[in-house]
C-alpha cells in the first residue's frame, strides 16, 4: 500500500455543487497533513494544512481529518470552475527531515 | 511566506549538457527541497538541500547527476548534469520558513531536452 493514496479521477463536478476530495494513508502516527492545488502549468500552491481530528474550515474550503479510519478529505463548497485543477494530499513524514509524501493526485474539473 | 525565485523559469538544452537552476527566497528559511515532476505525474523530491554541507539525496538520485549547492539561508543551486530527453521534467524548488511548519514552492523551471 502506498503511503498517501488518492483517486487519480478525474472528479467532475457541476458549478455550485460540493467537490469531495479524499485521501487515505498507511501509518497510523502519521500527524501534520496538507492539501495542495496544483494548475496545470503552474507549481503547487498550498491551500490548507491539518494536525488534529475534525474539520478545518477557510473560506469555502474544509479540510477533514480523521486519524482513526487514516483519512484526510477536502470539502469545496460552492464549487467554480476556476477550482478546477489537481489537487495533492501529502503527509508529514517521519523523523526530523520534514519532507512531505505526496499522493498522486486528483484530477478536478468543475462544468459551468 | 516567503517569496521564491527560481531562474530560468524555462529552456531546451540539448542531450549531454548540463543546466544550473537557481533558487532566490527573499527571506532566510530553515528548509529547501528540489523536486522534480514529470509530466502528467505527481511530485519526486530530489534532495534536500543543506546549508554549507552536501544535499541529502533521496532514493534514485545522486550527487554526480544532480550536483547541489546551498552556500546560505536564501540561496540554492540545482544542475542537472549531462542531462538525457528523459530529464525533461519541471523542476521545483520548495521552502519551509522559519517558525513555520508549512512547504511552499517556488515557480518552477521547465526543461526540455533534446
Known amino acids: 500500500q502506498k503511503e498517501v493514496e488518492q483517486n487519480s479521477g478525474p472528479l467532475s463536478v457541476p458549478e455550485g455543487a460540493i467537490a469531495s476530495l479524499n485521501c487515505t494513508y498507511s501509518d497510523r502516527g502519521s500527524q501534520s497533513f496538507f492539501w495542495y492545488r496544483q494548475y496545470s502549468g503552474k507549481s503547487p500552491e498550498l491551500i490548507m494544512f491539518i494536525y488534529s481530528n475534525g474539520d478545518k474550515e477557510d473560506g469555502r474550503f474544509t479540510a477533514q481529518l480523521n486519524k482513526a479510519s487514516q483519512y484526510v478529505s477536502l470539502l469545496i463548497r460552492d464549487s467554480q470552475p476556476s477550482d478546477s485543477a489537481t489537487y495533492l494530499c501529502?503527509?508529514?513524514?517521519?523523523?526530523?527531515?520534514?519532507?512531505?509524501?505526496w499522493g498522486l493526485g486528483t484530477s478536478l474539473a468543475v462544468n459551468p | 511566506s516567503a517569496v521564491i525565485s527560481q531562474k530560468p523559469s524555462r529552456d531546451i538544452c540539448q542531450r549531454g549538457t548540463s543546466l544550473t537552476i537557481q533558487c532566490q527566497v527573499d527571506?532566510?528559511?530553515?528548509?529547501m527541497f528540489w523536486y522534480r515532476q514529470q509530466p502528467g505525474q505527481s511530485l519526486t523530491l530530489i534532495a534536500t538541500a543543506n546549508q554549507g554541507s552536501e544535499a541529502t539525496y533521496e532514493s534514485g538520485f545522486v550527487i554526480d547527476k544532480f550536483p547541489i549547492s546551498r552556500p546560505n539561508l536564501t540561496f540554492s543551486t540545482l544542475t542537472v548534469s549531462n542531462m538525457s530527453p528523459e530529464d525533461s521534467s519541471i523542476y521545483l524548488c520548495?521552502?519551509?520558513?522559519?517558525?513555520?511548519?508549512?512547504?511552499?514552492f517556488g515557480p518552477g523551471t521547465r526543461l526540455l531536452v533534446l
Open positions: 527571506s532566510q528559511v530553515t528548509m
Open positions: 520548495s521552502v519551509i520558513s522559519t517558525h513555520q511548519e508549512t512547504q511552499y
Open positions: 501529502a503527509k508529514l513524514g517521519a523523523g526530523n527531515n520534514r519532507k512531505l509524501i
